[in-house]
């Protein structure tokens, strides 16, 4: 092991030069999943070429442009379509999207289906901080029952949408789900979901104090850590649980690991399968 | 000397033609939604690319998802199309002006059928002119190709890839459905029969790249994801390294330049056929399949005695502006027939500036303009 520390990898793969300082509010935990992801690409020896950052819109549209790899900032919701065109036209890329819980659940959530049933292998980070933070604080499928925001002034009605059981109906082979308070173990699962084939989805929960916790009882960053701590406990755990127990605790872990090939790697071996015939039937 | 090289001829449907020639300009990505009647296209496009040496085919989960499939698989350096029909081409319009303003090059077919809204499918309309030019928010350059026999549907598609490429911009290419479900023969050019443009990409070192270079052209070179130049893409107004930006001057410079790269080429982009306009009084100004139309009725006003003339858009935008004025300065009257209620006739009447007289005919019922129809009101003078 090298003795370089954890900032020092990360100052690696950062643009100095471009758009720093950058947009987050102090407190927040995009940077935290930032970093994470950063060490594990570090930690896997992906070459920064190879990467392929597809962000959405928002605060977690926004991360893109800080890190030194191919990056591509899409349409409100529509980063996995984009990643699979990517995805498909080179299978050797690593391609990764990051979206915000609005961005992926709401807007995006029929490509968000459709990529899990079509199994692309391509990483699939949501940042889920509850809100719409960049417009302004405003509800979103993630937002828990009950909680005020500025489309909610007297309580959220909907159901708040579980982003695993969604993932997990619709087929992805990978599912996993971390918070920024725990982040060993979310850089343990970064690197299983982009070493894992076909379709991973990593669902890191990522405290937005400013539009979410100043409304809901969580005035400080330190609140919404606390509330992390407090709320995730490992799913192995939570599962031993009895039912009553488990209200107001959130799972996390991996949920599905399937192993399946990925839809490109099923394509192209069809691909060759025709042409070596066509070269055949030829002579 | 060698004879040259027999053509193969085929009979072939217009979504058909289509096909072949975006394969003959080296299209290998297809991501598409099935929508009449440009479902041929892609039905197409399923069975042919598969076979293909990387020819990737991508039945997406709606227009939306297409359209950014297009523009990932174009990013890696791919030519990339979809196509679609008029509710479908709406859907494509946030994306497509993802692709002007990220300046991705794509070809979209949208073979237009009866609206608002459902409206008539598979019934022949061109009610999607104005959307074409205009339908993606913004202050935005496009070019907006057309084609009128299934010929033409081949030749148009390949010119469609190669002005993609060369301005780096989406085209769209708007055909209607007389065009693309007729079958009649068409030739197969040979290899070398015709310009196939590839997008320039950068030959500076990686470090000295910007991927938005005010160049002499003002079309930046364009290197794949993943080949070693790393850089980022956006949908924001950015500056010329690609990063977002609200500085005004960078701002401005990005919106010249962009149209400005197809503002100035108006002689390589700016297509027309010109059928008897030497001497002409009467001037039909046609596009698609009413070009067809249109064409019969000339021939037989003039077995009338009667100077009229045709001017075939194959061009819709940027409006072949250059070539309409210099008919303006014999024609009298310009008649602009149309399956629509009025969408060219308002370029033409932009131009003219009250030079000509201009008649409009105008028919939403999802029926042909005839020629009797547009030859009527070119003997009226």
Request: glycine fraction near 10%.
């Amino acid at each position: 092991m090298s003795n370089i520390t954890g900032n020092e990898i990360i100052h690696q793969y950062l643009r100095h030069n471009k758009k720093f300082p950058h947009v987050l509010c102090a407190g927040c935990g995009h940077g935290i999943v930032l970093g994470t992801l950063i060490r594990s690409i570090h930690a896997l020896g992906i070459p920064k070429d190879d990467v392929v950052v597809v962000a959405g819109i928002g605060c977690s549209g926004r991360l893109a442009v800080y890190v030194d790899f191919n990056t591509v900032h899409t349409t409100h919701g529509r980063a996995l379509s984009f990643a699979t065109g990517i995805k498909m036209s080179n299978p050797k890329l690593h391609v990764i999207a990051l979206m915000g819980d609005g961005d992926a659940l709401s807007i995006g959530g029929n490509h968000l289906i459709h990529a899990a049933r079509r199994n692309i292998g391509v990483t699939a980070m949501i940042l889920n901080n509850n809100i719409y933070g960049m417009t302004g604080g405003q509800s979103s499928p993630a937002t828990p029952e009950g909680a005020t925001t500025m489309t909610n002034p007297y309580g959220q009605l909907d159901h708040s949408f579980d982003t695993v059981e969604l993932a997990k109906g619709a087929g992805a082979n990978y599912v996993a789900r971390g918070t920024v308070f725990h982040v060993n173990r979310l850089e343990k699962i970064m690197m299983e979901a982009l070493e894992r084939p076909g379709f991973s989805l990593v669902e890191a929960i990522t405290p937005c104090h400013t539009q979410f916790g100043r409304k809901n009882k969580y005035k400080s960053p330190v609140d919404m850590y606390k509330w992390l701590k407090s709320t995730a406990i490992p799913v192995e755990r939570f599962n031993e649980l009895p039912a009553d127990k488990r209200v107001d605790r959130m799972p996390i872990g991996v949920f599905v690991d399937r192993g399946k090939p990925g839809y490109e790697e099923l394509y192209y071996a069809r691909q060759e399968r025709f042409l070596a015939q066509a070269a055949k039937g030829g002579k | 000397m060698p004879r040259p090289k027999k053509r193969t001829e085929i009979f072939a449907l217009g979504n058909e033609a289509v096909v072949e020639g975006a394969l003959l300009a080296g299209c290998t990505f297809f991501g598409g939604y099935p929508i009449t009647p440009s479902s041929e296209i892609m039905e197409i496009m399923a069975a042919r690319l598969p076979h293909m040496e990387n020819g990737v085919f991508m039945q997406m989960e709606d227009e939306i998802a297409s359209m950014g499939a297009v523009i990932g698989a174009s990013l890696t350096g791919r030519k990339a199309m979809t196509a679609t029909s008029g509710p479908g081409f709406s859907l494509m319009q946030e994306n497509l002006g993802y692709a002007v303003m990220a300046e991705t090059p794509m070809v979209l077919v949208n073979v237009m059928r009866g609206g608002p809204s459902t409206g008539l499918p598979t019934s022949p309309a061109q009610g999607d002119v104005q959307q074409a030019r205009w339908g993606t928010h913004g202050d935005h350059p496009i070019i907006v190709l057309s084609a009128s026999n299934v010929q033409e549907c081949l030749d148009m598609t390949i010119t469609a890839f190669n002005m993609a490429e060369k301005y780096r911009t989406p085209v769209i290419l708007l055909l209607d459905e007389v065009t693309s479900h007729t079958r009649e023969k068409i030739e197969l050019p040979n290899e070398g029969e015709y310009e196939v443009f590839s997008r320039t990409v950068p030959s500076m070192p990686p470090e000295w790249y910007k991927p938005y270079e005010e160049t002499v052209r003002g079309v930046p070179p364009m290197p794949p994801i993943g080949s070693g130049y790393r850089f980022h893409v956006t949908g924001l107004t950015h500056d010329r390294n690609g990063f977002p930006t609200q500085r005004p001057e960078e701002v401005v410079e990005l919106m010249e330049r962009i149209h400005r790269k197809i503002d100035q080429f108006f002689y390589d982009i700016q297509l027309v056929e010109e059928i008897m306009t030497d001497d002409c009084d009467v001037c039909v100004i046609a596009y698609g399949s009413v070009a067809r139309s249109a064409e019969l009725a000339v021939r037989q006003a003039r077995s009338n005695g009667v100077k009229a003339g045709l001017l075939k858009l194959m061009t819709l935008f940027p409006y072949p502006r250059r070539q309409t004025e210099k008919i303006l300065a014999r024609a009298k009257t310009l008649v602009v027939p149309e399956m629509n209620m009025g969408q060219m006739s308002r370029e033409v009447k932009r131009v003219n500036m009250g030079h000509a007289a201009v008649r409009t005919i105008n028919r939403v019922d999802g029926q042909i303009v005839t020629p009797s129809e547009i030859l009527k009101v070119i003997m009226q003078g």
